[in-house]
């Protein structure tokens, strides 16, 4: 005979009774965290290894459940040598936004309400805000009314998404029904992309079906702008058929937009060719009076790419992808089943413009950063990020020996030190241990350089120049280290 299912803690009713407490005792835990972020260290606890945090985390799957509370607390004494300081103001590592309050509380209570952000019958709430949102942001961001908008992980989904309705759009001129009969056998497809292309949108074109090697790449400036005469000329040689354009607002090291404008003459010479965007934190600079005209002709495309949790600053995860045609989009995300209801006449499904069938409900997040911020705020964030990443670049460049190797056009900052490969490297080492601050390095048209990244909406100011007066510090030390005057 069946038992009935026990478990250390009892019957649920009785697990169930002791959770306000538990909520309580998180809350305070959670509040406690982001009271430390404007001081805390940076990085990881100074040492930590793997190995320490194996050691700490690690144990043999408990036999009988344990009390919840004890739980909680031994995963934060556990992690909490390993956590970085993601939401710090001085994170100026690779492009991470921190949370606004407003996004936080929501995203407590997106977990808390758990809903399914799939179809509009499973959470008739978390559909319509979608819906709302997609609206604000088009508006915003200064896309064609009528977009659709698909919630996705993040960006690198949000291409997939993109491309996949790219995909379908480009086959369907030339009359191949890619959704029923796949890629084999299809006319094919030319892709082309910047030489600086991020990472993600050339993992998303192997996602789609296009190999990274069939994806032509076009040359670009010192900036890692595309340029537009050699797009035109590659265009021009290519013989007919169907065709999909990647362009970049916001190049991952520089912060460089790819001449929207002149991408979009040339891509319109080409009936039936598909402008995709990657906009993964440089869209928002659309919502910045002062930058905007870096996105000039951005509207132009059939589809952009953004994450409201770079610049937008809501927690993780929160992508966005938006597709001019939404048949396209829908034709390449739509899904049925007999158990799912039809799409004939319904109330719009998030579903049918992700790749995802079940999903967090992402757009509460989102929802409460566009209310608290407002268009102004926005704007102010974005901007204000911008003037401390100048601010920074110029306090670099007064040092001697220190090059700020781009144009600062957004909130971007490349610097190399004493033209040296190794020190500079050396530097970025010393910054991330010493705390202060955090930054990586990258390597950027064959030349090592620190990458400074500001995202974070609690940026000030006296965080750039604290975080360049430690950089300073770390350059002096290297310069030691190596026997130099320091
Ligand atoms: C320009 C650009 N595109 C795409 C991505 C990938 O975004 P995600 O990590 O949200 O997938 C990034 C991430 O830094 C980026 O900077």
């Not at 959470?123 to 915003?140: C, I, N, Q």
């Not at 996602?207 to 900036?223: Q, S, Y």
């Not at 202060?436 to 400074?452: D, E, N, P, S």
Request: charged share 20%; net charge negative; glycine share 10%.
């Amino acid at each position: 005979m069946d038992r009935p299912a026990r478990t250390s803690l009892g019957s649920p009713a009785e697990t169930e009774a002791g959770t306000p407490d538990l909520l309580r005792h998180a809350a305070e835990l959670a509040i406690g965290y982001r009271s430390s972020i404007p001081s805390r260290r940076v990085g990881p606890a100074r040492g930590v290894t793997a190995d320490d945090l194996r050691a700490m985390v690690g144990r043999p799957l408990p036999e009988a459940g344990e009390e919840p509370r004890a739980v909680i607390d031994g995963l934060v004494a556990a992690v909490e040598p390993g956590l970085v300081t993601l939401g710090s103001p001085r994170y100026f590592g690779f492009v991470i936004g921190g949370s606004v309050p407003a996004a936080l509380a929501a995203d407590w209570l997106t977990s808390t309400w758990d809903q399914n952000a799939n179809l509009y019958v499973a959470s008739p709430a978390a559909a319509v805000v979608e819906e709302v949102v997609g609206g604000w942001l088009t508006d915003l961001l200064g896309l064609p009314a009528g977009c659709s908008v698909g919630f996705t992980t993040g960006t690198t989904m949000a291409h997939f998404t993109g491309l996949a309705a790219a995909r379908h759009s480009v086959l369907r001129t030339v009359g191949w029904d890619v959704e029923e009969d796949g890629l084999s056998g299809a006319p094919p497809i030319q892709v082309i992309v910047g030489a600086d292309v991020h990472s993600s949108l050339v993992k998303a074109l192997r996602m789609v079906g296009f190999g990274r090697g069939r994806a032509i790449r076009i040359p670009t400036d010192e900036e890692g702008r595309m340029r537009p005469a050699e797009l035109h000329r590659v265009l021009a040689e290519l013989g007919p058929g169907p065709t999909i354009v990647c362009a970049q607002a916001g190049e991952v090291n520089t912060g460089a937009f790819d001449p929207l404008d002149k991408v979009a003459d040339a891509v319109a010479t080409r009936p039936g060719a598909w402008l995709h965007v990657d906009g993964a934190f440089g869209l928002w600079a659309a919502a910045a009076p002062g930058l905007r005209s870096r996105l000039d002709g951005h509207d132009r495309a059939d589809s952009w790419t953004t994450d409201a949790h770079k610049w937008l600053n809501v927690p993780y995860d929160s992508g966005l992808v938006f597709v001019r045609d939404a048949a396209a989009h829908r034709a390449a995300m739509g899904i049925s089943a007999a158990y799912l209801p039809s799409a004939e006449g319904a109330e719009r499904d998030p579903i049918d413009y992700v790749p995802e069938m079940s999903r967090r409900a992402r757009a509460f997040g989102v929802y409460a950063a566009l209310r608290s911020l407002g268009r102004a705020g926005v704007a102010e964030m974005v901007e204000r990020d911008c003037a401390v990443a100048r601010r920074m670049a110029d306090g670099l460049a007064a040092e001697p020996g220190a090059d700020v190797l781009n144009e600062v056009v957004l909130n971007q900052v490349l610097v190399r030190f004493d033209d040296d490969d190794a020190l500079t490297r050396d530097v970025v080492a010393r910054v991330q241990e010493d705390g202060t601050a955090w930054l990586g390095g990258t390597v950027f048209h064959g030349r090592a350089a620190m990458r400074i990244s500001v995202s974070n909406w609690a940026t000030t100011e006296a965080d750039g120049d604290r975080s360049v007066a430690a950089i300073v510090r770390c350059l002096a030390d290297a310069r030691r280290a190596r026997g130099g005057s320091g």
